[in-house]
């Protein structure tokens, strides 16, 4: 096997961790996702992981909590999750470092772009916690920002649904799939594949956008080997 992508940077939902739980984290699923990981970080793919926290907490959903504290809320549930899979990596024998953006220096290195860079060029998996470490920012946009900070080639964004429709494909039996979109279709055609800022940021800094399924976490080494699965993002 041969990798297309030396530096990915890897999406993974909060809802993925959790499974047919749908809240908290299932552990089978999360090994079979981490499992994937390792293949590819055997591969020689340097590997950086951003990871939401839905399945513990929705700050859009907290009612009349104040936006700025749910959304610190929503960041240490990130955190959570990003611990989680760590210690799965570390069972698998995979050397492994989270970084925060916000400081928790007890649990994890603060986020210091240079140390992450350095982290991946040593091999190791980074996880990146708390998203931005700002309010009214999602975990997509923390994505973007991230891969554009660490020079990553794509992002891989792991979703349950097996690439981007023109319409819910949940909702619409008629719906469309995409091979490929370009940016400027997913911002005036206001698809759900991110966020605007973070299809914005992606679209600037010409970072394109893998969309897979994470149903079979072995899309995760076909992603990184460039097989056509889900549907690819970018400016064209």
């Not at 939401?52 to 959570?80: E, K, V």
């Not at 660490?150 to 619409?172: Q, R, S």
Request: proline letters at 2%; one cysteine or more.
């Amino acid at each position: 096997m041969s990798m297309k992508y030396k530096r990915v940077l890897l999406k993974l939902s909060g809802e993925a961790l959790a499974g047919e739980k749908k809240f908290g984290l299932d552990y089978n699923i999360m090994m079979d996702i981490c499992k994937s990981i390792k293949k590819a970080v055997e591969m020689k793919v340097e590997i950086a992981i951003v990871v939401g926290g839905g399945n513990f907490w929705r700050g859009r959903s907290s009612g009349a909590m104040d936006r700025t504290r749910a959304d610190h809320i929503g960041m240490l549930g990130t955190t959570m999750n990003a611990l989680a899979v760590a210690d799965v990596l570390e069972e698998l024998g995979v050397n492994v470092r989270v970084q925060t953006a916000l400081s928790i220096q007890a649990v994890a290195e603060p986020y210091i772009r240079n140390r992450a860079v350095r982290h991946l060029e040593k091999g190791r998996v980074v996880i990146f916690g708390c998203g931005t470490g700002n309010p009214f920012f999602s975990t997509d946009t923390a994505s973007s920002l991230r891969a554009a900070e660490i020079e990553a080639e794509i992002i891989l964004k792991a979703t349950m649904v097996d690439g981007v429709y023109d319409k819910d494909p949940n909702k619409y039996s008629d719906a469309i799939k995409y091979d490929r979109v370009s940016f400027s279709t997913i911002l005036n055609k206001r698809l759900e594949v991110m966020d605007s800022t973070a299809a914005s940021m992606c679209k600037d800094n010409n970072i394109p956008i893998l969309v897979f399924d994470l149903t079979d976490s072995n899309n995760i080494v076909l992603a990184v080997m460039g097989e056509k699965i889900g549907t690819i993002v970018e400016e064209f």
